[in-house]
């Protein structure tokens, strides 16, 4: 049976996946959060015209004879203004954020004035307008001031602190539950028997999830026994939007994944698609739950987990997600490639203003050290022709 092209799996894996319902969170617990709506300033920032430095506010034009004392009448700071009206010949002392008074049109710094007791004195004329932050500088009441869909990253926070918006519409985080399978695999940290090795795939995925902003429910590892997995898919179901499972997802005796989730009725949109590593790709839905089977061997699973849950997870999460994929030139000669879409481990570096792409010497789909290695990923078209050093080619980046 032909394999799915990666472009008809993404496709499918992304239809009709909209962005989770809206809940609202508190402002501190609202960082890397998504916007469910715009947000609308509830004040007008600064709500009065205020001071932008330590100084005098007077009248501007007493400030172009060079020999014209002012009084100082009182004094504005930030958080207390000054109640009166500076009239001609008269100076209030006012200090940075203090509302300006009526009648001052400037605030002369301090470093340009004499004082001698009450009484100031110009080193300099200052222009009507100079050194006062007009009233909605920033923003006004009832203004626009973030979109739907923006991240609310450091500067988006504090702009809706200053809006004295206290809760935030935020896009409900996906909720992804990780399942391993397998009899061979322990946690890290346990002793395994002697056929056994440490379940490393759970983590890398965990983090490409953790990386779109969704929350991972780590439900461990479960053997490779149908009543085993078909338990701990229950238990996901129950409080996750997606489920990914790990391992057990090709053809052999042990590979137990499908036939359970055929089981519990999944809706099965696809089984091995055209890619390397990652042929037994599985994605169905059971219910409202996505599911997400990823091929056992880890590089397979954590290149999937780039490729497919990553964007997965962030349409669910309302975010904007475009891979990092770049133009590149090969820096050694590369065979002609098969029916499936080859992710080759490789390292780049910049020559002379050009991304060189060098391809690892062993591409084995278990091995974690090349991965680690690797910041980039050569993507070689099916039935891509053979290719000689120096020629174009694309890398979809991974750090
Ligand atoms: N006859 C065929 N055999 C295989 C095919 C095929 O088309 N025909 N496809 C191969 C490909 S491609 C892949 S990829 C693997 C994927 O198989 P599974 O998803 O069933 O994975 P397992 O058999 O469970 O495990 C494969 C390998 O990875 C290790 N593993 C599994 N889970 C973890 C984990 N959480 N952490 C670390 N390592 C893990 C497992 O011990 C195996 O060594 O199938 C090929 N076979
Ligand atoms: O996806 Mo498998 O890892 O192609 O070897």
Redesign the pocket.
Known sequence: MALLPIGEAHHRLLDGAEPLPMEWVDLDQAAERVLAESLIAHRTQPPFDASAMDGYAVQAEDTTDPKRNLRVIGEAVAGRRFGGRVGAGEAVRIFTGAPVPEGADAVLIQENVDRAGDLILALEPVAEGRNIRSAGLDFAEGQSLLPKGRRLDPGALSLAAAANLSVLPVVRRPRVALI???N??VLPGTEPGPDQ??????FGVAAVARGVGAEVIDLG?VPDDKQAIGDAIARAKAQADVIVT???????D??LVRPVLEQAGIDLSFWKIAM?????LMFGRLGTTRVLG?????V??LVCSHLFLAPLLARLGGLEYVADIRDARLGLAMAENGEREDYVRATTKLVDGALVATPLPVQD??MLSTLAQSDALIIRPPFAPPAQAGSSCRVFKLR
């Open positions: 391993a399978t397998g061979e695999l090795i440490i379940a490393s795939n759970s590892v790990l391992g057990g997802a090709s053809v052999g042990h590979d390397r590593p990652g042929k037994p990823l091929p056992g061997n880890p397979a699973s789909s278990s």
